[in-house]
């Protein structure tokens, strides 16, 4: 009895493993494809200034809809195409539309990316920003670029040299789900970070815990003193927002204004004034 379980559940294990390694594998040849193909597309979530309440930015976000798979989160698969190599490429593809559909606003709304920490080490990012800036023909000043702490992890001094490069063409520099894994208020003191972006953990705990309310005001403080841009991430509530505010950030960004949004959809919303939030967003109206 006690062996025919234990053969069970090591198929029923064995079983688990195949599936996961069929999804990884049927991901890795639909990557190469996707890229190429009509399969990756871009949407885009309003940064909100918390004073005006006008879209200073929008942050592009990666989509993928696999054509038997369904969609696949970028937290899946930009993981496996830095494993395969080929994360350059999708870092390309990104910065190339997210510019062309910043030149497309009819504000001067910046674009921010998020850049994974592989590419933050390749001598080829340079190049696909200048060509991406070129093409869309957008002021570099437009293009705000978010990196994760993580980057400095093993450092080799190439992000070093990287982020300098990338400072002096002009764009700016956002330090992404910061106060997660690796802190360090180092970092602060040796680059120049335009933006700081406090990870949505924090903000999700403000209305129920002292503590998160203390760090979320601590850092608010920080970021002021050293004249960075603060913006809070995963608004969902008004009461969140309120705290934002009382930390001192100068920006939010959450489903309380908008869910992530096609280009077409975020330029009419950046044309149509000061976002109104709203508990209830009308998830419906706004094609994904
Ligand atoms: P991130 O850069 O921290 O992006 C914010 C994530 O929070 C997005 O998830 C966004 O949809 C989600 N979000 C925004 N507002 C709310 C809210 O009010 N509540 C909740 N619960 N979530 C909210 P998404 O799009 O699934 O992206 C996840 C992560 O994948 C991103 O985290 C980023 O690290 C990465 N990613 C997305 N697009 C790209 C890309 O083009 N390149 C790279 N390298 N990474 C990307
Ligand atoms: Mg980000
Ligand atoms: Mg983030
Ligand atoms: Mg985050």
Not at 55 to 61: K, P, V
């Amino acid at each position: 009895e006690a062996k025919r379980e234990g053969r069970n559940r090591a198929s029923s294990f064995s079983w688990l493993f195949k599936e996961r390694f069929n999804r990884v594998h049927e991901i890795e040849t639909g990557l190469r494809r996707a890229i190429e193909g009509q399969e990756l597309k871009l949407v885009f979530q309003p940064i909100v200034d918390l004073e005006s309440l006008h879209i200073d930015a929008c942050e592009a976000l990666l989509r993928w809809e696999h054509p038997t798979l369904g969609p696949i989160p970028p937290s899946e698969f930009i993981p496996i195409a830095e494993g395969m190599g080929i994360i350059e490429d999708i870092t390309s593809w990104v910065l190339r539309n997210a510019c062309l559909a910043a030149a497309s606003w009819p504000t001067d709304a910046r674009v921010a990316v998020n850049i994974s920490p592989a590419s933050l080490k390749s001598a080829e990012l340079p190049g696909s920003v200048i060509a991406a800036l070129l093409e869309s023909g957008l002021p570099a000043r437009r293009l705000e670029l978010e990196v994760t702490e993580s980057i400095f992890l093993d450092d080799s001094g190439q992000a070093n040299t990287i982020l300098l490069e990338l400072q002096r063409i002009g764009l700016r520099l956002a330090l992404d789900d910061f106060g997660t894994g690796y802190s360090s208020l180092s970092y602060l003191r040796s680059y120049r970070f335009d933006t700081l972006k406090v990870d949505q953990s924090f903000m999700a705990g403000v209305s129920a815990n002292a503590e998160d309310r203390a760090i979320v005001r601590a850092i608010g403080n920080l970021a002021r003193d050293l004249a960075m841009d603060t913006v809070a991430e995963g608004i969902e509530t008004l009461d969140q927002l309120d705290h934002a505010r009382d930390a001192g950030f100068t920006n939010v960004q959450g489903y309380l204004f908008s869910r992530p949004i096609s280009c077409e959809a975020v330029a009419a919303l950046i044309a149509s004034g000061p976002l109104i939030p709203s508990e209830e967003p009308p998830i419906i109206t706004y094609p994904r």
